[in-house]
């Protein structure tokens, strides 16, 4: 049973230009997500959170929109640069765990 | 220690050996995680320790992996009679728990490579 979902194995964005990587959920009770990157021989890195309570968290050139009611979240690059190249992974946790779901990846390829 | 430390990096063994994976957590946190990755999956969530809790351990594959985590800090991940399955990269973490988004800082990695 996959409570995380990120249906886009891949995506390849010229640099410059906006990426969205979409991540889906079945769990009403997550009430923290989160987006790690994940270089090639290292561990994944915390990129940018939100809580349930909010509908978007913005940071530099990353911003995470939250849509609750379809249970789906996305991230926004913008703009793209080639060293954004990563495996970018979504996660949730719920109030009573705090044991991360992760989804299973997107793989994303800036180009010059 | 500045951030979370396993060993071996990488480990190549024959099916039917055990093999150990050790993790060093960030010096303080009290929550630590063991994860893994097979090849062109996501990050399979394997077992959870929380203080002096009991450990989650609902995402152990078989009865052929068990952890452990001495004076709440090194955690040890044991498989025994490896199978040509098991070849992943098996990921530590550890947290400050608390109330919040539960920041996972992790380690590079030990590869296990079963033949």
């Known amino acids: 049973d996959q409570q995380v979902k990120q249906n886009s194995p891949s995506l390849s964005v010229q640099e410059g230009r906006i990426s969205i990587l979409n991540c889906d959920y079945t769990?009403?009770?997550?009430?923290?997500f989160l987006w790690y990157k994940k270089y090639p021989a290292e561990g994944p890195t915390f990129l940018i959170s939100?809580?349930?309570?909010?509908d978007k968290n913005e940071d530099g050139r990353f911003t995470v929109f939250l849509n609750k009611s379809a249970k789906h979240l996305s991230l926004h690059i913008v703009p793209s640069q080639p060293g954004d190249s990563a495996v970018y992974f979504c996660?949730?946790?719920?109030?009573?765990?705090?044991?991360?779901?992760f989804g299973t990846g997107t793989r994303l390829q800036v180009f010059p | 220690g500045a951030g979370v430390s396993q060993s071996p990096s990488n480990k190549v063994t024959e099916k039917g050996k055990d093999v150990e994976l050790r993790c060093d957590p960030i010096?303080?946190?009290?929550?630590l995680y063991w994860y893994r990755q097979s090849l062109g999956q996501g990050l399979e969530f394997l077992i959870y320790?929380?203080?002096?809790?009991?450990?989650?351990k609902s995402g152990l594959p078989s009865d052929r992996f068990s952890a452990e985590r001495t004076g709440g800090s090194v955690s040890t991940l044991t498989i025994q009679r490896t199978q040509q399955e098991d070849s992943a990269v098996y990921l530590c973490?550890?947290?400050?728990?608390?109330?919040?988004?539960?920041?996972?800082?992790f380690g590079a990695g030990s590869r296990l490579t079963v033949l």
């Open positions: 973490a550890s947290s400050l728990s608390g109330a919040g988004a539960n920041v996972l800082t």
């Open positions: 769990n009403s009770m997550f009430d923290y």
């Open positions: 939100i809580s349930s309570i909010k």
């Open positions: 996660a949730a946790s719920g109030l009573q765990t705090d044991k991360l779901i």
């Open positions: 010096s303080g946190h009290t929550a």
């Open positions: 320790f929380q203080g002096n809790s009991a450990p989650d």
